[in-house]
């Protein structure tokens, strides 16, 4: 009697900026992706979503704890069929921010390294995800969505709002943070990191975190969709 041999599976790790390649004159790489999960592609941006979205918007509501999800920082891994199934991350301590309101939840942080955590407001934790992952990543991967797949700009935002929702309808307590930390406000603070760094900071290596100065505010796509 003959055994078949298993292939072992493991688990896939891929940076979300490559989900932005679209080769020139080739199919893009979340196509590919897409059509190996087996899924439409509206039940994979909700896999997506479950998997880096909610893990952020836990740390942001239940923590007051941000970093910035930017494409090199922010891994996607995902099964066999390359179905998104959890986030991991890298090198996050130098954007790491926290709240400067007292939460219960971080009681537990040590003194001496609460002290080199920057303490900002709400509005700026907020602005790490608005900005690292909504503004310069899902705004590029709503056009591919919408170019190669048909799927509409407007129906790519109104999934992510119907996420951020469903993650307040399962962890409906503390509510108040939902305000506090509030994702859907109708304008966001516009951070200009290049600005920044060619006009104000420079790239030279220094001890402490450069500033972030906002210059105006924009709309925010995830109040436009209600």
């Known amino acids: 009697r003959r055994l078949s041999v298993?292939?072992?599976?493991?688990?896939?790790?891929?940076?979300?900026?490559?989900?932005?390649?679209v080769p020139e004159e080739d199919t893009p790489l979340v196509r590919t992706l897409v059509d190996r999960s087996g899924l439409g592609l509206a039940e994979w941006l909700g896999r997506l979503l479950e998997s880096v979205l909610n893990p952020l918007l836990h740390l942001l509501y239940r923590y007051g704890i941000a970093f910035s999800?930017?494409?090199?920082?922010?891994?996607?891994?995902?099964?066999?069929?390359?179905?998104?199934?959890?986030?991991?991350?890298?090198?996050?301590a130098?954007?790491?921010?926290?709240?400067?309101?007292?939460?219960?939840?971080?009681?537990?942080?040590?003194?001496?390294?609460?002290?080199?955590v920057p303490?900002?407001?709400?509005?700026?934790?907020?602005?790490?995800?608005?900005?690292?992952?909504l503004i310069c990543h899902f705004r590029y991967l709503s056009d591919i969505c919408e170019d190669h797949f048909g799927f509409p700009e407007r129906s790519f935002w109104r999934l992510v709002r119907e996420y951020v929702l469903a993650y307040q309808e399962r962890f409906p307590a503390p509510a108040e943070r939902?305000?506090?930390?509030?994702?859907?406000?109708p304008e966001i603070e516009r951070v200009c990191l290049h600005r920044n760094r060619l006009l104000l900071n420079g790239y030279a290596d220094r001890p402490?975190?450069?500033?972030?100065?906002e210059y105006g505010r924009v709309r925010n796509a995830l109040a436009e969709v209600r």
């Open 6 to 21: 298993l292939t072992p599976c493991h688990p896939q790790h891929l940076t979300i900026t490559p989900l932005l390649h």
């Open 69 to 92: 999800p930017h494409g090199e920082n922010t891994i996607l891994v995902s099964d066999c069929s390359e179905v998104p199934s959890r986030l991991a991350v890298k090198d996050f």
């Open 94 to 116: 130098a954007d790491l921010t926290i709240s400067n309101d007292p939460l219960p939840e971080r009681d537990a942080l040590p003194d001496d390294l609460a002290a080199l």
């Open 119 to 133: 303490r900002r407001s709400p509005a700026f934790l907020c602005q790490h995800i608005q900005s690292g992952l």
């Open 178 to 185: 939902y305000t506090t930390f509030d994702m859907l406000a």
């Open 208 to 213: 402490e975190r450069p500033t972030t100065p």
